[in-house]
């Protein structure tokens, strides 16, 4: 075996192990995103509570879009998740910061990956390009091989 093909396999193995990084990489963000949007909506309600009343009517997400009636017991306190199944009761205005708070780590996580992304997405382009150099080598060295054979030469 030649070191263009040991090349080639290395390449390929490589470009392999990109994609599949790549893709991995992918998946965080969608989640990220996914858990940004989540806060948004959870930013969104607690700015809308400033403007209920004690008693109001709401519906409560139970899951499988199912909910339950319920009404406002109060709009000055949240139980808010804290993290490792705990949670907490804060003010709104508390609320809102942790919230704020996530929102940012997440779209620094974001950016983070995003940036790591990039370079796996640059290093896999440059790979291809490899192989398909060594490729072209492999295939030229190939035929010239063929047309000694042919010809009756070593």
Known sequence: MSNDEDN????????????????ALQNRINLISAATTELAFAAATIDG????KKGAPLLVPIGGGSFIKAEV?????LVVGMGAGVSADKSRDDAKKVVEK?????????????DQLGQVLERIRL??????????????????NDVR????GP
């Open 102 to 114: 996530r929102v940012a780590e997440l779209e620094k996580s974001m950016t983070a990956l995003q």
């Open 8 to 23: 080639f396999r290395r390449l390929l193995t490589e470009l392999r192990l990109l994609e599949g990084t790549a893709e």
């Open 127 to 144: 790979n291809r390009q490899q192989l398909e150099d060594v490729s072209q080598k492999l295939s030229t060295q190939r035929r010239a």
């Open 149 to 152: 054979k042919a010809k009756g």
């Open 73 to 77: 017991a109060t709009t000055e306190t």
């Open 49 to 52: 509570l400033a403007e209920e």
